[in-house]
T-cell receptor, first 111, second 115 residues
């Protein structure tokens, strides 16, 4: 079956620290992988995506590389800001008709 | 930009009431979805629809129903609201042919409290 496992939160970092949020997946075939971000009180927004192995998705200083050999799609940012405080969701889809989401990782960045 | 609009940001209802949550999208997407989001449980799929008048149960359909009479509108119905349905409800839409490249577009969510 299809599933996504994210690292447990919450994560608290100081401004300008390096961020890694781990995501591993189980899927049949060749899924597309996504990171979504949810700011307080809002819905989910697409942050970045990768549609095939070795692709790197990037946006707003965040990056994630689709690693088929380790079935991983870890989210990284070199220097976080207070405005990055949010909940981050890893997700996959095989067919495009249904997505499978991780449970979300809450990030708080303190000045 | 594609917009998915949920009619209410916050809603307070009484136990036993029939509750309607409305979702409208403006980009002619075939697929529409309803999720609920709870702390520690992430997003759980309630119902989805691939086309007008079509609906499919998701992982947690009990206590809910849906209606899709027009392509742009997907309604979630709580037949008799209960306190365990207090949650954040998220609507999403997508093109079935392009979801694997563009993902879903989500609404801003409706935070429902049942008292």
């Amino acid at each position: 079956g299809n599933s996504v496992t994210q690292m447990e939160g919450p994560v608290t970092l100081s401004e300008e620290a390096f961020l890694t949020i781990n995501c591993t997946y189980t899927a049949t075939g060749y899924p597309s992988l996504f990171w979504y971000v949810q700011y307080p009180g809002e819905g989910l927004q697409l942050l970045l995506k990768a549609t095939k192995a070795d692709d790197k998705g990037s946006n707003k200083g965040f990056e994630a590389t689709y690693r088929k050999e380790t079935t991983s799609f870890h989210l990284e940012k070199g220097s976080v800001q207070v405005s990055d405080s949010a909940v981050y969701f890893c997700a996959l889809t095989n067919t495009g008709n249904q997505f499978y989401f991780g449970t979300g990782t809450s990030l708080t960045v303190i000045p | 930009d594609v917009k998915v609009t949920q009619s209410s940001r916050y809603l307070v209802k009484r136990t036993g009431e029939k509750v309607f949550l409305e979702c409208v999208q403006d980009m002619d997407h075939e697929n529409m979805f309803w999720y609920r989001q709870d702390p520690g449980l992430g997003l759980r799929l309630i119902y989805f629809s691939y086309d007008v008048k079509m609906k499919e149960k998701g992982d947690i359909p009990e206590g809910y129903s849906v209606s899709r009479e027009k392509k742009e509108r997907f309604s979630l119905i709580l037949e008799s609201a209960s306190t365990n349905q207090t949650s954040m409800y998220l609507c999403a839409s997508s093109y079935p042919q392009a979801s694997d490249r563009y993902g879903y577009t989500f609404g801003s969510g409706t935070r429902l409290t049942v008292v």
